[in-house]
T-cell receptor, first 116, second 115 residues
Framework: AQSVTQLGSHVSVSEGALVLLRCNYSSSVPPYLFWYVQYPNQGLQLLLKYTTGATLVKGINGFEAEFKKSETSFHLTKPSAHMSDAAEYFCAVTHAGIQGAQKLVFGQGTRLTINP | ETGVTQTPRHLVMGMTNKKSLKCEQHLGHNAMYWYKQSAKKPLELMFVYSLEERVENNSVPSRFSPECPNSSHLFLHLHTLQPEDSALYLC??????????????FGSGTRLTVV
């Protein structure tokens, strides 16, 4: 069964500093990996995804993530944090589900705080 | 506008009430999902519908009853809830062709408070 572990439930960085949110996955099959962002009182919005091909994927708002099979990781980074990046971030992996409707398995989330 | 609309945005109900949550998508997707998001807990998948048929029920108590009358609409009927059922309920949809290449599109959620 697939699973996701996000290291650190809270991360705090200064405005302009590097953002690094960690995600490790477990999967018995080649994974498809996703990062979602959730702003207060909102649903989840897709930031980026890895399916196949290039292991460094770029998403919206300047975020990117690199799939490292040897480390079973899919860490999310952004070179320079902005105040508007404050939100909760979720890593997710596909689950070997039922034909026709596959399930995403989510990590527990990481709350990102940006200090002025 | 995400393409998935949930109503109401907020709901306060007593433990003896009956209410329904509504989800609507106009993205042409063929799978829909209900998730429960509680404080300090991971997102919990409750129900999965594919082509309007329920394909998964993750041991959800019977006081939650889903309904999917067509591919664009999904309901969650609630009755005799408990205070611990207070949470953000998220609806999502996707276009499935075997694996979720495109991920899910989420609604903004319904914040449910059971008193």
């Amino acid at each position: 069964a697939q699973s996701v572990t996000q290291l650190g439930s809270h991360v705090s960085v200064s405005e302009g500093a590097l953002v690094l949110l960690r995600c490790n996955y477990s999967s018995s099959v080649p994974p498809y990996l996703f990062w979602y962002v959730q702003y207060p009182n909102q649903g989840l919005q897709l930031l980026l995804k890895y399916t196949t091909g290039a292991t460094l994927v770029k998403g919206i708002n300047g975020f990117e993530a690199e799939f490292k099979k040897s480390e079973t990781s899919f860490h999310l980074t952004k070179p320079s944090a902005h105040m508007s990046d404050a939100a909760e971030y979720f890593c997710a992996v596909t689950h070997a589900g039922i034909q026709g409707a596959q399930k995403l398995v989510f990590g527990q989330g990481t709350r990102l705080t940006i200090n002025p | 506008e995400t393409g998935v609309t949930q109503t109401p945005r907020h709901l306060v109900m007593g433990m003896t009430n009956k209410k329904s949550l509504k989800c609507e998508q106009h993205l042409g997707h063929n799978a829909m999902y209900w998730y429960k998001q509680s404080a300090k807990k991971p997102l919990e998948l409750m129900f999965v519908y594919s082509l309007e048929e329920r394909v998964e029920n993750n041991s959800v108590p019977s006081r939650f009853s889903p309904e999917c009358p067509n591919s664009s609409h999904l309901f969650l009927h609630l009755h005799t809830l408990q205070p611990e059922d207070s949470a953000l309920y998220l609806c999502a949809s996707s276009q499935e062709t075997g694996r979720p290449l495109y991920g899910y599109t989420f609604g903004s959620g319904t914040r449910l408070t059971v008193v």
